[in-house]
């Protein structure tokens, strides 16, 4: 009898298969929206730059003067001992975070909410950034990491500049010790093995020595069956169209 496969056996939600969140050093998202900041600016400290395992960007404490301590996604430039501010009369310069409906086209923003209040959900990859396309007194256009633009309430706030780490990914793993250790405080299973290298009892495509075709399983399918071709519309060499040469 073979082992479940590896989809059933994350399903089941063993110790194995859970996240270490225990390891995070907390929400790295904006504080609740206050009159304050509504209304004027506030300004805060960087205490610190912190490493948060599983995460390429590295981590801004900041303690502001309200006594409440934020942890945010560290733009570059950001230093220790630099004073932001946060509300929407804060200048244009980097780390100071405002909505994006008070910040200029063109310029390069990160951590953006896709609802007002939400704490920020876009640009927060090490590296990346959007930038603001357009303003309309309804709404306001930014240019996503992806290149798709898309239209958000003015009232979204966002951090100016870069997230800090770009470049992580250009450095090559080199060994296999180097991967294992990334993707174990992520909470990935690696190495993957192929389906088609399995024996039968253990994956539906395993087994035997030819190469065979799986066919398109529904996207209802269960745990176990719904492997290789999910919810396809089509599969296999279109008619009419040269096959290739090896």
Known sequence: MGKRLIVQRRGRGGSVFRS?????????????????????????????????????APVALVKFENGVRELIVAPEGLS?????????????????????????????????????????????????????????????????????????????????????????????????????YRVKVKAWKWPVVRGKAMVAASHPHGGGHHPKGSPPVPRTAPPGQKVGHIAARRTGRKKGTPRKRR
């Open 80 to 180: 220790v001992g630099q004073v932001i501010a946060k509300g929407v009369a804060a200048s244009i310069d980097v780390g100071n975070i405002l909505p994006i409906g008070k910040i200029p086209e063109g310029t390069l923003i990160c951590n953006v909410e896709a609802k007002p209040g939400d704490g920020g959900k876009f640009a927060r990859a090490s590296g990346s950034y959007a930038t603001i396309v357009a303003q309309a007194p309804d709404k306001t256009i930014i240019r996503l990491p992806s290149g798709k633009l898309k239209s958000l309430n003015p009232k979204c706030r966002a951090t100016i500049g870069v997230v800090a780490g770009g470049g992580r990914t250009e450095k090559p793993f080199v060994k296999a010790g180097t991967k294992y």
């Open 20 to 56: 270490p969140s225990w390891k995070r050093v907390g929400d790295v998202k904006y504080s609740p929206l206050t009159d304050v900041e509504l209304k004027s600016v506030i300004k805060g400290k960087v205490e610190a730059l912190l490493h948060d395992p599983g995460r390429g």
